[in-house]
């Protein structure tokens, strides 16, 4: 799994962060940095759970098998 953020489409608003703190940090400046793009398994659902929750829609999930 591979988590894409569409960085023009994120308005910093932390939806994602909240349901999954390991993988996504809101900066001071708004902006969203994704501590791992690549997620180990454990953390498949909360990552899922994040981009559903984001309501942008600016974070996506690539199935790549890894
Ligand atoms: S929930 Fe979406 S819009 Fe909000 S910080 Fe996360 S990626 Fe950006």
């Known amino acids: 799994m591979r988590i894409v953020l569409d960085e023009s489409k994120c308005s910093g608003l932390g939806m994602c962060e909240a349901e999954a703190p ?29 981009c559903d929750a984001c309501p942008t829609e600016a974070l996506s999930i690539v199935e790549d098998d890894r």
Do not use: H, K, M, N
Not at 33 to 39: K, S
């Open 22 to 50: 390991d993988l996504f940090e809101v900066q001071d400046d708004g902006s969203l940095r994704v501590l791992d793009d690549r997620p180990p398994e454990d953390q498949y659902e909360v990552a899922r759970a994040a």
